[in-house]
């Protein structure tokens, strides 16, 4: 048998051999490999993470929103047309002074005056009615409105003949409809008695299978096992069983006066039977969806099945037998419905010509009197109260053309002071309700307090509120903070360079002469402030995947998630209301 110490032996002597005839190389390639060895190991030994810690500290924290600020004054006035249209003229150029109400430019406004022009028309012609009213009725008005009243005594004359022809066959078809029902019910008096026995006999049966589901149920094993395994189905079953037993406790067989109320009530108890059908159905299913257990095996569950299945078939079986019934009763009441339903029809017709013979008659009766209180009132002259509505009249349209006159001056943009044009956005021709010119309006300044205007996005906007405080850095006058209040915050969005964002505007604390209108600068809101706080920094707070606000401490070298309630934040900071204590050390980031 092979060894390998004899071999191992001989590499050992020209090792030893070596070295001592080589002391120098020995010593070098010891070297070498050494170095080697420690080369791959640190090649090949874990890396540790390294990590960007902070120390939980108490400190004041303020909350700020920022962005660029623009200088505006309230009298910077933007002037659009409130109209859509095309632009007729334009009287003013950048750099023109204007004074009040000087008419800077106009809409082609043809139509509007137009509109005053007729409503104009129309204020003369109230006027007009006015003075007739005053000067009296003519002998010629006075001949027409006796016709008019001869004309509707005539109607109303008409309207009652009518009236009384329609009442007459009213009461026809009303008696003849009472004995075709007499006789309906006189001829199938023997149906209408089978029919309630009918009924009572199948839903007494009906109620017998559901109550049979108590003997069922009652077992333990079967109810314990729906329960367990099929909960939701039972829940499910459990409820429609309730709801069944109310319905069948409450219905009764009643109503058989006449073959109608007699078809009713039989319906009503299909519906019963029906639901109780559906309450077995689904005790059978159940019953066949459990599971096999030692407790119930596969002879009590045919047993059970059975059981149920033969409760369906009476429930079956009732509903079957109540449907021929129905059918009996309806075959037999075929000629009387159709009889019935032809008297109804014309019952019917006759109430719908008596009654619009009655509205014809509230009708012409209004109308003369109306007529006669007008040929009287033609009679006596115009009273105060008519010239005073007549007045009321003509000041309506008067109040007419000030409208049309209102609309017309919307078609021209005026000055609202004194002041200097510095933009002209639009020119003759240009149509202003295109996308690209619907912003296009005419600016003019004037003298008022200067006010800053900044947009936020809608990520900033909540935080800030009216008479919050602020500063701002005018580039123009560098190092100088210039104090500033909110004032207004709009409601609406404005699209800035594609973005939707929100405008504030702040005054200055203090009165400045020295600016600019268009003058920017980093201006800044502070939303809040909280003394004393624990504060770590905001990058240190992260999410876990159950969407916790967690921060991650360094204990004994160990790193452990902890959830945290935060407060209010800064670009750097954020607020700690609970979950970790003053001189932690939080970690946060870490480098692999």
């Not at 009725?137 to 005594?153: G, Y």
Request: proline share 3%.
């Amino acid at each position: 048998m092979w060894s390998p110490l004899p071999l191992i032996r001989r590499l050992l002597t020209a090792l030893k051999s070596f070295v001592w005839r080589h002391p120098i190389w020995s010593a070098v390639l010891g070297i070498l490999g050494l170095l080697l060895g420690l080369l791959l190991w640190y090649i090949f030994s874990p890396v540790p993470p390294q990590m960007i810690t902070e120390t939980v500290r108490r400190g004041d924290l303020v909350q700020k929103v920022e962005a660029v600020g623009t200088i505006t004054s309230d009298h910077d006035v933007n002037m659009k047309f409130p109209l859509t249209g095309i632009v007729g003229a334009v009287s003013v150029k950048e750099g023109d002074r204007v004074t009040a109400g000087q008419e800077l430019a106009k809409l082609r406004n043809e139509s509007a005056a137009a509109d005053l022009a007729a409503a104009a028309a129309q204020y003369r012609q109230a006027q007009a009615s006015y003075q007739e009213l005053v000067e009296g009725t003519r002998p010629e008005d006075l001949a027409i409105a006796e016709a008019q009243v001869a004309n509707k005594r005539a109607a109303l004359e008409a309207a009652q003949a009518d009236l009384q022809s329609a009442e007459e066959k009213l009461r026809t078809s009303e008696e003849k409809l009472t004995a075709i029902k007499a006789e309906a019910t006189t001829n199938l008096a023997g149906y209408l008695v089978t029919s309630s026995s009918t009924c009572a006999q199948q839903i007494s049966l009906a109620k017998t299978a559901l109550n049979t589901l108590d003997d069922i149920f009652a077992s333990s094993v079967i109810t314990d096992m729906a329960k367990q395994y099929r909960t939701t189905s039972y829940a499910i079953f459990r409820s429609n069983w309730t709801s069944a037993q109310a319905t069948t406790a409450a219905f009764t067989c009643s109503g058989f006066a006449t073959y109608q109320d007699s078809i009713a009530s039989m319906q009503r108890a299909t519906e019963v039977i029906v639901q109780i059908a559906n309450v077995l159905q689904e005790a059978y299913s159940l019953a066949s969806d459990l599971p096999l257990t030692t407790a119930y095996d596969t002879s009590v569950r045919e047993t059970t099945k059975s059981d149920i299945a033969a409760e369906k078939a009476v429930a079956q079986t009732a509903l079957s037998a109540i449907n021929t019934a129905i059918k009996s009763l309806q075959d037999a009441a075929t000629s009387y419905t159709a009889s019935i339903a032809t008297e109804e029809n014309t019952f019917a017709s006759a109430k719908a010509t008596a009654q619009s013979a009655q509205s014809d008659i509230l009708t012409y009766e209004t109308a003369l009197r109306t007529q006669e209180a007008q040929l009287a009132l033609s009679k006596a002259g115009p009273r105060d109260t008519q010239l005073a509505a007549s007045r009321a009249s003509m000041n309506a349209a008067a109040a007419s053309v000030a409208r049309a006159h209102a609309k017309l001056e919307d078609t021209i943009i005026r000055s609202p002071t004194d002041g200097v044009i510095t933009k002209v956005d639009f020119k003759e021709g240009e149509f202003t309700g295109d996308a690209d010119n619907i912003g296009h309006s005419i600016t003019l300044l004037g003298t008022a307090p200067y006010r800053v205007e900044m947009f936020l996005s809608e990520v900033d906007i909540p935080k800030v509120l009216l008479s919050q405080s602020g500063s701002i850095d005018i580039d123009a006058f560098p190092n100088v903070h210039y104090a500033l209040r909110v004032t207004s915050i709009e409601p609406g969005p404005t699209k800035v360079d594609g973005v939707s964002k929100y405008r504030v505007s702040l005054n200055f604390v203090y009165p400045h002469e020295e600016f600019k209108i268009g003058m920017t600068g980093d201006a800044e809101i502070i939303t809040g402030e909280v003394k004393n706080a624990l504060l770590v920094p905001v990058r240190a707070v992260i999410q876990n995947t159950d969407q916790e606000k967690i921060v991650r401490i360094l204990e004994n070298g160990n790193v452990v998630e902890k959830p945290v309630v935060t407060g209010m934040e800064s670009d750097t900071d954020a607020e700690i209301v609970s979950g970790v204590s003053e001189g932690d050390t939080v970690v946060v980031l870490i480098k692999k």
